[in-house]
Structure formats: C-alpha cells, structure tokens
Antibody, heavy 120, light 111 residues
C-alpha cells in the first residue's frame, strides 16, 4: 500500500524559507505512470494546489505563488520536496503531499498533512 | 477567490440524494475530462471519490457518481448516510498557465 509522509519544521519565521519533504513508501517515485504534487489548506479554508513534479524533474506551479515555490525530487531517497521562499502569515496552512495518478491533477494518494505556522 | 465555483453548503436527509455543482470555464472544466472530486472529513486528508469526471476509484461506493455538462461538473450522492457528512472539493485540469484548479469546497450536512 502506497504511503506518503510529510516532514519539516512546524514553525517558520516571516520572510524565511519553508522547506518540506515528502517520503514515499510502498512504491517507487520513479514510476513513469505518476506525478507528485503539493497542496495546501489554510486553517478553515479550501484546498490550493501548489505544484507538481514528474520523476524526471519536470515541474508545474501555481502562478499565484509568483515563483516563490520550488519542487524537487530525489529518486535515490524516494522523496520529493517543497521550498517556499519569503513566507508570510498567509502561508500558514496544512501542507499535503499527494500522488497525481494522471498528471492532470487527480490525486489518489495523500499524506496525512503537516501544519506549518508562519510567525515570529 | 477560487477558480471553480461550488455552493458553500448543501444538505439532505438520510436516504435522499444531493448534487453538488462545480462551475468553471471552457479553459478548465469545459475543456477537459479531468475533473476529480474529494471528500474531506474534519482533521483528515482529502480522499479521492471521483476522477475523469465520472470514474470511481476502487472502494468508493457506487452511491457516489459524477457527471459534466458544458462548464459545470456535478457530484451526486444517493442514499445519503450519516458518514457522508463532510466537505467536498472539485478539481480540474486547466492546462497551460493555471494547470490545476480547485473549487472552494462545499459542506454537506446530513440532517
């Protein structure tokens, strides 16, 4: 059974960089059939897609993040990561990693999510 | 403001059917058959309920069905059960610039 687990600091200071890693177990991140994505959810609000990566390194991002987001993949560790620069309180959210089964934004496996708070 | 428009809330009694709409444009919902629906219970991760507009993943009850007409997709839940009470989100592929967009979410209350 495929499992995804987010990890990283739960508290980040304003203007600093948020860094999260998603570890995939029970399957290979190098599978040519799947893509891997990050989605976030501010407290009490809806889901927002952040970006998606293919194992080859191809990436797609939400333009609303204005180039602050970078997603990378480490196939040797079966992990993919998110960096979000110049964070503000508006970036406080539960961050989820997920598998995109089609490459078209259809996420069939999700991590449990990790809350990241931006505060000094 | 979300790219896809959903009603804020819907409700129904046990055994009834409810339909949740998701309205986009010809650049997302109307242009591609890559609409998905997610169920989210409080404090839990979203769960995929429908993909490719109307396909159900293994394990999802056939009480859940999806459809699309023009720029509007719909999720219908028949034979409502108490455990269906949750937030529901639609999502669509949007190609080029936006790529993936979510709806604002709909809270389903089972009366």
């Amino acid at each position: 059974q495929l499992q995804l687990q987010e990890s990283g600091p739960g508290l980040v200071k304003p203007s600093e960089t948020l860094s999260l890693t998603c570890t995939v177990s029970g399957g290979s991140i190098s599978s040519s059939s799947f893509y891997w994505g990050w989605i976030r959810q501010p407290p009490g609000k809806g889901l927002e897609w952040i970006g998606t990566i293919y194992y080859s390194g191809s990436t797609y991002y939400n333009p609303s993040l204005k180039s602050r987001a970078t997603i990378s993949v480490d196939t040797s560790k079966n992990q993919f990561s998110l960096k979000l620069t110049s964070v503000t309180a508006a970036d406080t959210a539960v961050y989820y990693c997920a598998r995109d089964s089609s490459g078209y934004g259809q996420f069939d496996y999700w991590g449990q999510g990790t809350l990241v708070t931006v505060s000094s | 403001q979300s790219a896809l428009t959903q009603p804020r809330s819907v409700s129904g009694s046990p055994g009834q059917s409810v339909t949740i709409s998701c309205t986009g444009t010809s650049s997302d919902v109307g242009g591609y058959n890559y609409v998905s629906w997610y169920q989210q219970h409080p404090g839990k991760a979203p769960k995929l309920m429908i993909y490719d507009v109307s396909e159900r993943p293994s394990g999802v009850p056939d009480r859940f069905s999806g459809s699309k007409s023009g720029n509007t997709a719909s999720l219908t839940i028949s034979g409502l059960q108490a455990e269906d009470e949750a937030d529901y989100y639609c999502c669509s592929y949007a190609a080029s610039y936006t790529y993936v967009v979510f709806g604002g979410g709909t809270k389903l209350t089972v009366l």
